[in-house]
């Protein structure tokens, strides 16, 4: 399993994650991460952008 992390779209934050999530692959995280914000999968992909974690980058908006 890999991680995932959820990124706002278009914004200078986007070095951060706001959330991470382990999953098989980048479309189950797209869809747990809708389903959290209680998105269409299109509107969720209108806000925000899903990528896959590295261990070298794993600071969130939260951590810094």
Same mark, same amino acid.
């Given at each position: 399993?890999? @991680? =995932?992390?959820? #990124?706002?779209?278009? %914004? +200078? ?12 692959? @980048?479309?189950?995280? $797209?869809? #747990? =991460?809708?389903?959290? @914000? ?13 990528? $896959?974690?590295?261990? %070298?980058? +794993? ?6």
């Amino acid at each position: 399993m890999a @991680k =995932f992390g959820m #990124y706002t779209k278009g %914004t +200078s934050e986007s070095t951060n994650h706001i959330n991470v999530v382990e999953m098989t692959d @980048k479309a189950q995280a $797209e869809a #747990y =991460f809708a389903g959290v @914000k209680r998105l269409t999968l299109e509107q969720f992909r209108n806000l925000f952008v899903v990528r $896959e974690v590295n261990a %070298t980058n +794993s600071k969130n908006l939260l951590l810094g």
